[in-house]
């Protein structure tokens, strides 16, 4: 018998899908990181470029390192050795066939929010590469949009910004101090509410707590 815990990423996985699907996304639940990878490869035709941002889950479900081991064109990121070949990378990253992200928030209703940086990520999401493929544990999942930006801002940024030097309130107490820093990780916040063109973003809900 599955957990408590199984079940109710479960149920809410499959409702998150039917209203993906109702704003004009592609939507699938997985149970493990296991089929998460699987569906994802299947989303990535072979011979086809394949970039990302900073994601975490994207790793965590061996989905990077499968398409670089994989028939695929990489741009990456990770292995950049300079700020300036990083940034190149970026920019050529606006020209793949499919671009990987994580999610920083959803809400049940459909709808995702993001938060950025540099902008790289959100600008990717929004326009220029023909596929976005976004990978989700189902922690992200909030009931609503209210509560989906309140994850972003004080649980995913300050969560986050531990991995990055910055003097940032959130790096020395862990709490969002709603900063101007310059250093600041939270200089743009995406709601995305719909797909348009229909199809462009696929979400794949993994049954497991995954990413910050």
Known sequence: MAAPKEL???????????????????????????????????????????GWGGALTVQQIGLADAVKKGNYHVFDRDSCKTPEEKTQIQQQIM?????????????????????????????????????????????????????????????AAPTNQQRFEGATPCTVTGVCGDCKSECSICNQIVITRNCRPAGRIKFILVGEELGL
């Not at 939507?27 to 470029?49: D, M, V």
């Not at 909030?142 to 509560?147: A, I, K, R, S, V």
């Open 8 to 50: 109710y990423f479960e149920k809410r996985g499959k409702l998150l899908v039917k209203n993906l699907q109702s704003r004009h996304f592609e939507a699938y639940y997985c149970a493990n990181k296991e089929e998460a990878l699987s569906k994802a490869l299947e989303l990535i035709p072979e011979g086809t470029s394949v």
């Open 95 to 155: 020209f793949a066939d499919t671009f990987l992200m994580g999610a920083n928030a959803l809400s049940l209703d459909g709808q995702m929010v993001s938060i950025d940086g540099t902008g790289n990520r959100v600008a990717a999401l929004i326009y220029g590469p023909k596929s976005v493929i976004v990978v989700a544990g189902m922690n992200k999942v909030m009931d609503n949009l209210e509560q989906a930006y309140h994850r972003a801002r004080t649980v």
